[in-house]
């Protein structure tokens, strides 16, 4: 007789797996065996015609789409069938909305050709999400399998405003047990791969969304960030994704073990396969003014131009004095570097060196605010159903020496510690601009010590938690990928510490082959746009047209 645990879990799989038989007309058999990289194999089983749509950039896909080249039909269905092909390779989707996806594009196909007007600046788009956003009538799970069978009756606040801006939501996707890892496992659905080398991560705790965009499977994704989580597999799968400024982007609606825990705030934000997309995300969810009915919300308006114009000054972190970043990261920083320094015309690029200040002490913070019940309610609702810890939730939750249970007193003391750290490092960003009254704007840093993790190793978050920490905004994008021949691991290193060790020891280029090389923008809080402004400058420096 099948146990409780069991029973649930089964129930999880017969859901996703019934949705994805709904793909029509069916998918193709896979090839066998599948190679390492599978991002050639939409070319083998779909349509000439799915493949254009599913690799056009989003914002020219609105565009084809208010001239009425393209249906929200056709492009619903293109990516309906490109993300079933995902889950098969990738095991990353929780559940495919075909038949909401299909009703929805109808009606906005039927109200274009009855007044030749968009539905709004996302008239038509696909978008996807997070298991944990809420979606009417489904069952919202948040990885732990004691939910599998909580159901809601109300969409997540921000996927009611971005319907109400004319996106269709198509997809739910895959995201760690505790939404705690930076790579995506769960006794629920097992592990989700990177679609170019399924040896490697696609990252946490939004996976599921990394692995669908790097398989260009969805063209906008929604996830959160309080510790990376948008970022990581954004990075990870070679895309581009951000982490907001907490309490700019809705959060109404979201499912998660801990409500009203904000010693560190997590926040929403997009995962995108262009920086358009994601600064198109930003302006309007903030332009529709989301603060009206979440209250939490800041009322801060999007600024079209928020940098000076004409001087851009960029601070370049190396290393975080705990983890140095290895080879492939190393070499991309220089890559960007070397070309800022070149410059961009009608901008005065000024590159400064930025050195770490006591990120191994924020780490120590933020690791014991993430959970100052000592991961009590976690703990709880896995031995619920017999839902035994994975061993990064162990990692992170009850091998930590940081994580116990506060007092009232000593959460106090900790969000003293916090908030003066903060004001520390506020200072510190200020000095930069002592000599010409110009602080940096951004800061360019590694996402993570290396690229897509090996399954199971991702057990350093710094480089991204510490932006979390600080309440910074931050946003990662594409260099380059593992070259075999230049980044081979240095010879005679000698490591800082264990931690540093650790990933010095498992680095060779060819357990990496394919892996994406991003890097990290970091603004100060409430820089949201200056962030992605900065990164579109970034880009123009690299050859791009942003």
Excluded at 319 to 343: E, F, I, W, Y
Aim: aromatic share 10%; net charge negative.
């Amino acid at each position: 007789m099948a146990t409780v645990l069991e029973t649930l879990v089964a129930k999880a799989v017969a859901i996703r797996d019934e949705s994805c038989a709904k793909v029509d007309p069916p998918l193709p058999e896979l090839p066998d065996p599948l190679p390492l990289n599978v991002t050639g194999i939409p070319a083998l089983l779909l349509t000439k015609e799915e493949c254009e749509i599913t690799e056009t950039e989003p914002i020219e896909l609105v565009e084809k789409m208010a001239k009425g080249e393209l249906t929200a039909v056709t492009v619903v269905k293109s990516y309906l069938r490109r993300a079933a092909l995902a889950q098969k390779v990738l095991n990353c989707l929780t559940e495919l909305l075909w038949d909401r996806a299909v009703a929805r594009a109808t009606l906005i196909d039927e109200y274009f050709q009855k007044t030749g007007k968009t539905l709004g600046p996302f008239h038509g788009l696909p978008i996807s999400s997070k298991e944990h956003f809420s979606v009417k009538d489904r069952y919202v799970n948040a990885s732990f399998v004691a939910w599998a069978e909580k159901k809601v009756d109300k969409d997540a606040h921000v996927i009611e405003v971005m319907e109400s801006l004319g996106a269709v939501l198509f997809a739910r996707s895959t995201q760690p047990q505790t939404i705690m890892h930076v790579e995506t496992e769960t006794v629920l659905y097992g592990t989700s791969y990177n679609p170019y080398n399924r040896n490697l991560s696609c990252g946490g705790s939004t996976g599921g969304e990394g692995a669908l965009l790097g398989f260009n499977a969805t063209p906008l994704g929604m996830g959160t960030d309080i510790g990376g989580s948008a970022r990581w597999p954004a990075a990870s799968n070679g895309r581009y994704g951000m982490r907001p400024t907490a309490g700019r982007v809705p959060m109404g609606g979201l499912i998660g073990p801990t409500p009203g825990a904000e010693s560190i705030s997590g926040a929403i934000g997009p995962l995108a396969q262009s920086r358009r997309a994601m600064e198109y995300f930003m302006k309007y969810v903030i332009g529709s003014k989301p603060w009206i009915t979440e209250p939490g919300l800041l009322a801060v308006p999007w600024r079209e131009q928020a940098l000076t114009p004409g001087k851009l000054k960029i601070g370049v972190l190396w290393s975080d004095g705990v983890v140095n970043p290895l080879p492939p990261v190393k070499r991309a920083l220089q890559v960007v570097v070397d070309a800022l320094k070149k410059g961009v015309p009608g901008w005065d690029i000024e590159v400064i060196p930025w050195e770490p200040k006591m990120h191994d002490y924020a780490w120590e913070l933020t690791s014991q605010l993430y959970y100052t019940d000592g991961g009590e309610k976690v703990l709880e609702l896995l031995a619920s159903v017999g839902e035994e810890p994975l061993p990064l939730t162990k990692w992170i939750l009850t091998e930590n020496p940081y994580v116990r249970k506060q007092d009232i007193h000593s959460l106090w003391e900790l969000h003293s510690k916090r908030d003066a750290y903060r004001a520390m490092y506020a200072e510190y960003w200020n000095e930069s601009g002592k000599d010409d009254g110009h602080p940096a704007d951004i800061i360019l840093c590694p996402a993570a010590p290396g690229v897509a993790c090996l399954h199971g190793t991702a057990k350093y978050w710094a480089y991204t938690s510490h932006w979390n920490f600080l309440d910074y905004p931050g946003a990662v994008f594409p260099v380059t990928t593992v070259d075999q021949e230049l980044d081979v691991p240095e010879k005679d290193y000698t490591p800082m510490n264990y931690q540093d060790k650790f990933f010095y020891d498992i680095y060779s280029p060819e357990k990496f082959v394919d892996g994406p090389v991003n890097l990290q923008l970091v603004a100060r809080r409430f820089n949201d746009d200056v962030l992605l402004q900065a990164m579109k400058i970034v880009e123009n420096a690299l050859g791009r047209d942003s």
